[in-house]
């Protein structure tokens, strides 16, 4: 059953105006179309776009079992889950990190304490809302960006880089845990997932957990 989702005001707007986060970029709602170059003044535009986008060595792929993983990834993964199951949001903040390799959570700057900042993003004061989903993307299946290269990285859910006319049934069902019928629709018609997503680095560091494109 899908959660009663909260979509921030900014998952369907353009991030043209924001400046892009001081450490790498999150990966791209359309996964197929890439530009030539990159854009040295927003690598967080997408592909296709008179924006240009971010230069990828290697088409993303869709991982196998939580097993086949890194160590290092699975025990993020693990650790990040356990404090969204827990509803412990303390739990979260020496996973988050500081300075340069802290997670990024948005596409613009965060002022502030991380911590509020998700909470912030929830539909309900306490900020259960938000740990749910950000355990629901963490068990569904995942995506290998750059797989094999230098900048390779794990992304959930692989419908990131997927085609949403595309699914099967199955398929279909398992995104039904994250979103509704309508966001479905909406993200059909935008033409890309851009719900939350979650991304680590194949040392185990949480690289980011943002929605928007």
């Known amino acids: 059953m899908a959660l009663a989702l909260f979509i921030p005001a900014f998952a369907f707007a353009q991030t043209g105006d924001l400046a892009p986060p001081p450490s790498g970029a999150v990966p791209l709602p359309d996964p197929i179309m890439r530009p030539a170059t990159p854009d040295p003044d927003n690598p967080l535009a997408p592909p296709g776009g008179s924006r240009?986008?971010?230069l990828?060595?290697?088409?993303?792929?869709i991982g196998g079992s939580v097993e086949d993983l890194p160590v290092p990834v699975q025990r993020m993964r693990s650790l990040i889950m356990e404090a969204a199951r827990n509803a412990d949001f303390e739990a979260l903040r020496p996973l988050i990190g500081t300075g340069q390799n802290r997670t990024q959570l948005s596409f613009g700057v965060v002022d502030g304490d991380p911590i509020e900042y998700i909470r912030s993003?929830?539909?309900d004061p306490e900020g259960y809302e938000i740990l749910a989903i950000l355990h629901e993307v963490l068990e569904a299946d995942y995506a290998i960006y750059d797989p094999g290269t230098p900048n390779e990285f794990f992304v959930w859910p692989y419908f990131m880089a997927t085609s949403l006319e595309t699914l099967t049934p199955v398929q279909r069902v398992e995104l039904f845990k994250l979103l509704t019928a309508g966001d479905y629709e909406n993200m059909r018609e935008f033409g890309a997932y851009i719900f939350y997503r979650v991304g680590i680095t194949p040392d185990g560091r949480w690289r980011f957990f943002v929605a928007g494109d």
């Open 52 to 54: 240009g986008g971010v």
């Open 56 to 61: 990828q060595s290697a088409e993303p792929i």
């Open 121 to 123: 993003q929830s539909g």
